[in-house]
């Protein structure tokens, strides 16, 4: 078995290795990945999105060339178990997404995600085997075109905060968030 | 020269690994890295904030167990090239941000930062050459509190959206965010 371009191994050694530990939701995301990966082509430069915040964004960060850093992955705070990889310049790809209805024929799945079984009670390699069997039977996908691109907004100036002596984007106003008071730490 | 527990041939390959191509912003980013790393010192399980969406989250992933995905990484859409590396259980730990003031000893990097020169005007090469040279001599720190810690929400209930037919977190409302008309593609 293949998962984005690595045999199992290899695909759960680059999880453990970026994202700290293995977890079901790196491993049902790459195969989420490898599918839209599949679907979109060898030669298409992707952007991506990851419409949660939770898990998801790693197996777009370890699998694709998309990252937070480099812009080409955004990441949502919806808390829905999807994702989008689209070509670039056409604004065009395909949507992924853990498909509810399709995963009641994996109980565990369905469990999991819904937080209707307790940890202690559904053993990870019993999870993972089912995430691996099931593959892309519990998922679906869609083409989609993408109405709003997540251009990144030119940075129009730049002006020294006269609270903090900081940088920060003349946009924010007349001084910088954190000494308009958004700080989080003293 | 050490940074980040690494050779410099490897603390380059291992930006160009993850983040595609080497920046000035990947390499500065991984010099505060770094240095919040030292300060903070070896035995301590940590959370990182970064104060910008643009370079920096990425040095903290290559460079720092902490990930979007797995929850360790903040990342604050405020253009501030600053980060924090924080003890996770006493909230306590250190902010390293680029000082303005004390680039001006460097005009390479004051003027690549305040977008004062072309690209083509500033070698890359050079500008890395002077931002290795300067390392710390550019930066500065203080010990900080964390006064908001970015615990994750726990989600309390998942419903089935009646629009989509997927999983979201209840807290939402009646319709997931997609269904409630934030969606981004067609």
Redesign the interface.
């Known amino acids: 078995m293949i998962v984005c371009g690595r045999s199992l191994d290899i695909f759960f050694d680059d999880i453990e290795w970026?994202?700290?530990?293995v977890s079901p939701?790196?491993v049902l995301g790459g195969l989420m990945v490898d599918w839209a990966q599949e679907l979109i082509g060898p030669h298409v430069e992707a952007d991506a999105?990851s419409?949660t915040?939770?898990?998801?964004?790693?197996?777009v960060?370890i699998f694709t060339?998309c990252?937070?850093?480099?812009?080409?992955l955004k990441?949502?705070d919806?808390?829905?178990?999807?994702l989008?990889l689209y070509d670039k310049r056409k604004l065009e790809g395909y949507?992924v997404?853990?498909?509810?209805?399709k995963s009641r024929l994996f109980p565990n799945i369905y469990n999991w995600?819904?937080?209707r079984i307790a940890k202690e009670d559904l053993p990870l390699e019993v999870l993972y085997a089912d995430i691996l069997s099931a593959r892309r039977s519990v998922l679906s996908c869609r083409a989609?075109?993408?109405?709003?691109p997540?251009r990144k907004k030119p940075?129009k100036g730049?002006k020294?905060c006269t609270g903090c002596?900081?940088?920060?984007?003349a946009s924010?106003g007349e001084k910088?968030?954190?000494c308009l008071g958004?700080?989080?730490?003293?």
Not at 144 to 148: A, L, S
Not at 165 to 169: L, Q, S
Request: net charge negative; proline share 5%; hydrophobic share 40%.
């Open positions: 970026f994202h700290g530990f939701g790196l999105v419409e915040r939770h898990c998801l964004p790693d197996a960060q060339p990252t937070i850093g480099n812009g080409w990441v949502l919806w808390d829905k178990f999807a989008c949507r997404w853990l498909d509810l209805k995600y819904m937080r989609v075109r993408i109405e709003t997540f940075i730049i020294v002596g900081e940088a920060y984007p924010q910088c968030s954190t958004e700080g989080y730490y003293v």
